[in-house]
């Protein structure tokens, strides 16, 4: 069985404002046509609305205000005043292009509005129009603030600057990302990092970047770095768990397992997570003592000292593929996919095996088929597979048990993406050619994150044989001889 990673997905941008927004609704009133609000307004059904609303917003009860202040604008179109605490109110409440609105009205009534510019300026910035932003708070300059409150302007027109450059690389390494470009949004998020340290986000991704580009002792890293500045960042405590999976370091991996359970006890894959965890403890309770660094994994294949091959009479193997017809997620590419696996472990026997496709299941001795259905794949009582295969076989005694048949079967969809897509032809392939290993007697893991036969997929791992898998595999079958063309592909019986 390939175990699949649980969850690594992109974090979207969601940088907080690194400098103070006024609270428009403290602002000074701009005045109706000259006049100050208070004295104009006096006992008109305008001016009592907008002091109801004022005490509501003091109280900050914005979303109660807004009807208030649209009634009062209603009643005096005209005011700049109603307008103005509209604009405040709507700001408190997200609606910013509305905000924006009302404050651009205030600037219609009276257009030296200081404090509608300043707000406007700030709305933007708040939608991260950062171009707007910046052209407001400089029309805002051009009104004659002095002193530290233009300072202050000024350094805000800078950090607005720099959060807009940020942005720019962010929005970039994200389409990098999703597009399987890793290394290149590596390279803009680390510029994205030291424009913005702070921002959890940023690590998280630059998580994902390294994650992805196979560097993941620094993904771990860069996750850690995004819980520190968020503890409660779930995905980045269950993105931790799967990178030191991903590297074989089993014990680590549970525990950040765990601690994603344990932060998140009514989480939505609560029974994927915990399947994971039963997996892991299932590889550590297998563990051979091989040598990652070793020329082979015999050890682990080959596990209590019995070992399982197909036997000489059996070969060439006769295989069947289910077309697959009506599976979801189902693939055109997925059966050549299946065959050039076969092929890979044929050449990687040195002529020692071979196989024929066939054209029934009644001929074969090896049955391949599709699913799209995660619990199809379980093994040992998790779902947390990506295919399964199983032999079936006669102990003769002496630790040999001869393969008589074998069935694989493999999962189309993604079951950790929205939608359940169906998966990549990269890693049907890597799939394949872990699940004909065991197929071929190979039923144990590789503890080398390098190779085929790792027990997780892992970006480490290319979909190609390892030297080592190939080693393993000659190993298994070195007694066997070298009758079989290594060179050629098997075609279906009769044709």
């Not at 006096?42 to 649209?70: F, H, N």
């Not at 700049?80 to 509209?86: E, G, I, K, N, Q």
């Not at 509608?116 to 932003?133: K, M, P, Q, V």
Request: glycine residues 6%; proline residues 6%; aromatic residues 8%.
């Amino acid at each position: 069985m390939l175990i699949r990673p649980t969850r690594l997905r992109l974090c979207l941008f969601a940088i907080p404002l690194l400098v103070r927004v006024p609270a428009a609704a403290a602002a000074t009133p701009v005045g109706d046509g000259g006049q100050k609000a208070g004295r104009i307004a006096g006992a008109s059904a305008c001016a009592r609305l907008i002091e109801q609303a004022r005490t509501l917003m003091a109280q900050k009860r914005y979303d109660e205000a807004v009807p208030l202040l649209r009634q009062a604008v209603s009643e005096e179109s005209r005011s700049a005043t109603a307008h103005f605490y509209l604009g405040a109110a709507l700001y408190h409440t997200q609606a910013l292009p509305q905000a924006i609105a009302e404050f651009q009205s205030v600037l219609g009534i009276a257009p030296g509005t200081a404090e509608a510019t300043f707000n406007i300026a700030g709305c933007y910035e708040r939608l991260r129009d950062y171009d707007s932003a910046i052209t407001w708070y400089e029309k805002y300059l051009q009104m004659g603030p002095s002193g530290a409150e233009a300072a202050d302007v000024r350094r805000r027109i800078e950090t607005i600057k720099k959060d807009r450059e940020v942005h720019q690389l962010f929005k970039e390494s994200h389409q990098m990302l999703e597009s399987k470009r890793a290394v290149d949004a590596r390279f803009l998020l680390e510029r994205a990092a030291k424009l913005q340290p702070d921002s959890p986000e940023i690590h998280y991704n630059l998580g994902m970047a390294y994650h992805n580009s196979g560097n993941l002792p620094r993904a771990i890293e860069e996750f850690q770095n995004a819980l520190k500045l968020k503890p409660d960042m779930a995905d980045a405590m269950l993105n931790i768990a799967s990178s030191y999976q991903a590297l074989g370091q089993k014990q680590e991996a549970i525990g950040w397992f765990k601690r994603y359970l344990a932060a998140n006890p009514q989480a939505p894959d609560h029974k994927a997570v915990s399947d994971m965890i039963m997996s892991l403890q299932n590889e550590i309770s297998k563990q051979s003592g091989d040598d990652p660094r070793g020329p082979d994994f015999y050890a682990s294949v080959t596990r209590s000292g019995v070992v399982r091959r197909w036997p000489p009479a059996k070969l060439p193997i006769k295989v069947f593929i289910d077309s697959g017809a009506g599976v979801k997620g189902m693939r055109e590419s997925y059966r050549q996919v299946l065959i050039e696996a076969l092929d890979a472990w044929m050449r990687a026997s040195q002529g020692r095996l071979a196989y024929e496709l066939v054209p029934s299941k009644e001929q074969a001795d090896f049955l391949c088929d599709w699913t799209a259905s995660p619990g199809d794949v379980t093994g040992e009582g998790s779902e947390s597979e990506q295919g399964v295969a199983r032999i079936f076989g006669r102990d003769h005694g002496h630790g040999v048990v001869e393969i008589d048949r074998a069935t694989l079967r493999v999962l189309t969809v993604d079951r950790e993406k929205e939608g359940a897509p169906p998966v990549s032809d990269e890693v049907m392939k890597k799939t394949c050619l872990h699940e004909t290993g065991h197929a071929l007697g190979l039923m144990g893991h590789s503890p080398n994150s390098h190779d085929v036969m790792f027990f997780s997929e892992s970006p480490t791992v290319w979909p190609v044989l390892s030297k080592r898998d190939k080693a393993t595999l000659v190993r298994l079958y070195e007694w066997y001889p070298a009758r079989f063309s290594s060179t050629t592909s098997a075609v279906p019986a009769g044709e």
